[in-house]
């Protein structure tokens, strides 16, 4: 089961309609690749049972189907707002190692996890982090094990950097600017897509283009404090055009589906 799948299937209940019967959400998931027949998006509806994200309820002879609260808080966990938002107490957080060129693939390798998780790469061997590094520390050592001199520290300041410096040097601003700025370029067509699509399936499929656009736009993103983001920076121009993007899915799901606008 693919995970944009299922985050695309609860967005579509989470913006705008409470509830999908089972007719409507069968022609949702009828937008996304694999999930065509029946039988498999009835898997993919039992799987999201099994998960806890999505709940049933009958009504006579009609089943229906919601959102969970854990489902909400597993679309939540993706909200760039919650980086943007977050407060920043002024210090730099930040880890040093030191893997021997024989041991080179386990470097490559705790760069990788380092890189997935967004830290700044500042020169060499030393990543930083506005916010605590302890648990994702953790979680990293548990995967990758512990290499030599690695180590922690936090500090005020940097010597001879100040922190939109430190900002601009740890991460690959262009390459976040561009792939910002094709989202932005492809959120117009998609809406004119949106408005010309005549079915529900039609509506998924747009409405899942959208996503793995908007997704990649900020693959590379750290989300930083508000307080620390370059002058440029287009990350809430995504978000906001996302948004819109999302109510007017719920809007065209209504015209289509009158029946679950009802629910």
Aim: glycine share 6%.
């Amino acid at each position: 089961m693919k995970q944009l799948d299922v985050e695309g299937i609860l967005e579509a209940l989470a913006w705008g309609l409470d509830k999908l019967s089972r007719p409507t959400l069968g022609n949702w998931l009828m937008g996304y690749g694999g999930y065509s027949h029946r039988t498999s998006s009835d898997r993919l509806i039992r799987q999201l049972q099994q998960r806890q994200v999505l709940r049933s309820a009958r009504t006579g002879r009609e089943l229906s189907f919601s959102i969970t609260d854990k489902g909400r808080a597993l679309l939540n966990e993706g909200d760039p707002q919650q980086g943007w938002q977050c407060p920043w107490d002024g210090n730099w957080h930040a880890l040093t190692f030191d893997v021997p060129e024989s041991r080179r693939n386990d470097r490559l390798s705790l760069w990788k996890a380092l890189r997935a998780r967004k830290l700044g790469f500042l020169q060499r061997s030393i990543w930083v982090w506005p916010h605590d590094l302890r648990r994702m520390v953790k979680e990293i050592i548990r995967v990758e094990g512990l290499p030599e001199c690695f180590f922690g520290f936090t500090t005020r300041s940097i010597w001879l950097c100040n922190d939109a410096e430190i900002v601009a040097s740890s991460w690959d601003w262009e390459e976040i600017g561009r792939r910002h700025q094709s989202y932005l370029r492809q959120s117009l067509s998609l809406q004119r897509a949106l408005k010309a699509a005549s079915s529900l399936e039609g509506v998924a499929q747009t409405a899942r283009v959208e996503r793995t656009a908007y997704v990649c736009a900020f693959s590379l993103d750290p989300l930083l404090p508000q307080k620390l983001l370059p002058s440029a920076y287009a990350g809430q121009l995504v978000h906001d055009s996302h948004v819109a993007f999302k109510r007017a899915v719920a809007l065209r799901l209504a015209q289509l589906s009158p029946e679950a606008a009802r629910q």
